[in-house]
């Protein structure tokens, strides 16, 4: 018993932290990482919706026209 | 204005999620412990160290060691090293050892922290565990824990401040779901109704749905990257919401092959309803039956403790996504722009 205590904390030990700049103060930086992919997501989805929109009010503004 | 109440609410939603769940402190914890193995029987000294305390301000800082009965051992000599970091001496009784134990740290500015097996302690090489009984361990710590004033979320070792994740990782798979029940909604009505607009929203409803289910594969792998190690775990449920995924690119390779603007409405209507049947199973009910990293998956107990606490729910409950998301909703073909445009 005393042996498996040992081992699960030589286990938790084990894992030593690396320190790198998303790590710092809390990994709170791979937090903001996070952030910036979903709001870079989004926005380059509403830039490309937006686009086809563009082509489309163009499109049926061309039809009007023409008709 | 009426109409589009919900974009507008989307808006006080997002900013309160995002300040409040970025600008409330996290609990403070215990990070490490040096030396972490000590003999019994003997006086050793321990270094602690510990996240967002205050042990410097604070008028007294108290240290015990908690063995697995819940029974405390007070340190003396504790010393204050920095607001982060303090020692304290032990002398553990030798019946008590070949075990660890859970460090406890307390103040009136921080309240408590542990550090759960903190520190092994071994019996002496020479002596036999079971000769002295379990002196200087009480049962009650001695010093009411009282937990300070004000909002703080729970801190856990390895998660540390990616807790905040909660707010944005999983809103996103919500809001996913979301959109691809609306996308089946409209599927349904489809085939009961065969109007082209309903097969236009069902797919702009379906495709927001996979930038939302994109976003949430990225930002789960960057969160797996800082706690658990790796870009992609084997994660069953990682897996499994991958198959979800590839099964709604194949709606959209579905719909690019058709020709007959009737034909390809009809079938990617109805695979759409097979995609919705096969992402209940794939995401809510195989990863319960087996083990899994994720809260809530494989005897993982989410939405209780200290997994989803009532100062997280605080911000959580508000689905800021789920509010906003219809938004990015938007059909690019010629009949339903139309639509969308105002009559004069």
């Given amino acids: 018993m005393s042996c498996l205590a040992f ?31 979903v709001f870079a997501g989004l926005a380059i989805y509403l830039w490309r919706l937006d686009r086809k929109l563009t082509k489309l009010e163009k499109h049926i503004n061309d039809e009007h026209e023409t008709s | 204005m009426a109409k589009w109440w919900w974009k507008i609410l ?20 215990l990070t490490g412990v040096v030396p972490t193995t000590a003999i019994a029987g003997e006086t050793f000294a321990i270094k602690i160290m510990a996240y967002n305390t205050q042990f410097s301000e ?40 070949g075990q660890s134990f859970t460090i406890v740290v307390y103040n009136t500015l921080d309240g408590s922290a542990i550090l759960p097996d903190g520190i092994y302690v071994s019996a002496a090489a020479n002596v036999t565990p079971t000769r002295v009984d379990g002196a200087g361990f009480t049962d009650e710590p001695g010093v009411d824990l009282v937990k300070p004033e004000g909002i703080r979320f729970p801190y856990r070792s390895i998660l540390n401040e990616t807790i905040r994740n909660t707010f944005f990782h999983v809103a996103l798979w919500m809001a996913m779901f979301s959109l691809y029940l609306v ?15 309903h097969d236009l929203w069902s797919e702009a409803y379906n ?6 289910g994109i976003l949430g594969i990225a930002t789960g792998s960057l969160w797996a990257r800082y706690t658990w190690g790796s870009w992609w775990t084997n994660d069953i449920k990682l897996n499994m919401a991958t198959i979800a995924m ?63 606490d ?35």
């Avoid at chain 1, 081992?7 to 910036?36: C, M, W």
């Avoid at chain 2, 989307?10 to 914890?29: A, E, K, Q």
């Avoid at chain 2, 495709?207 to 939302?212: E, N, P, T, V, Y």
């Fill in chain 2, 10 to 29: 989307g808006w006080p939603c997002f900013f309160y999620v995002l300040i409040g769940g970025l600008v409330t402190p996290l609990s403070p914890g």
């Fill in chain 2, 246 to 308: 590839f099964i709604y690119f194949g709606y959209v390779i579905l719909r690019s092959s058709f020709t007959d603007e009737e034909k390809k409405a009809r079938v990617s209507a109805v695979f759409s309803i097979f995609a919705f049947v096969a992402l209940i199973p794939l995401v809510f009910v195989i990863p319960r039956l087996t083990d899994s990293l994720h809260p809530g998956n494989g005897g993982n107990p989410a939405l209780g403790g200290e997994d989803l």
């Fill in chain 2, 183 to 197: 996308g089946l909604y409209h599927a349904i009505l489809y085939l009961r109704t065969s109007r082209k607009d």
């Fill in chain 1, 7 to 37: 081992f699960f904390h030589v286990l938790l030990q084990a894992q030593s932290p690396e320190n790198d700049f998303l790590r710092s103060t809390g990994k709170i930086y791979s937090v903001v990482a996070g952030i910036v992919i």
């Fill in chain 2, 207 to 212: 495709k927001a749905g996979i930038l939302f």
């Fill in chain 2, 58 to 97: 604070a008028d007294k800082t108290y240290v015990w060691l908690k063995n697995q009965e819940g029974q405390y051992l007070k340190a003396s000599n504790v010393q204050v090293k920095s607001n982060n970091e303090l020692q304290g001496e032990f002398i553990v009784p030798i019946a008590t050892s």
């Fill in chain 2, 310 to 344: 009532h100062t997280l729910r605080l911000f959580f409950t508000i689905n800021h996504r789920l509010v906003s998301a219809r938004l990015l909703a938007c059909p690019t073909k010629i009949p339903a722009v139309k639509a969308l445009r105002p009559r004069a």
